[in-house]
């Protein structure tokens, strides 16, 4: 059984996992993974209520589900890690721009289109 200390609480496995971990906070016994368990931990301290860590994981899993999605856009690859509507994000030209997916594909293709015009100029 492994032990830890965060913000003043110890932190135990459960069993001979190494995945699950547990906390006692006032009279109640939490446990889930490590990250959740630290987030229930914050949560008290900074709110002084008690949530489960299972929300915690519930939340992180449906986050997962819905976000980190990634669309090749002209040659540029746009990616969102978040599943939010404007957290998209391209290295464009050697910058990292951010914003929503269409704006940030009219940005490529408005840099695209006088790209183009600029080379028809030069040929003339």
Known sequence: ????????FILKTVGNSS???QVQIK????SGSMAAVKKSIDWFCDTASIIDPKEFSSLAAQKQAQGARQ???NGYLLKNDTG???GWYCLFNGQLIKGGKLAIQKHIEAYLQAKQRAEKQQMK
């Not at 059984?1 to 003043?8: D, L």
């Open 71 to 73: 669309e090749v856009f």
């Open 19 to 21: 995945e699950v971990w």
């Open 1 to 8: 059984m492994a032990a830890a200390s965060y913000r003043g």
């Open 84 to 86: 939010e509507a404007n």
């Open 27 to 30: 009279k109640h016994l939490l």
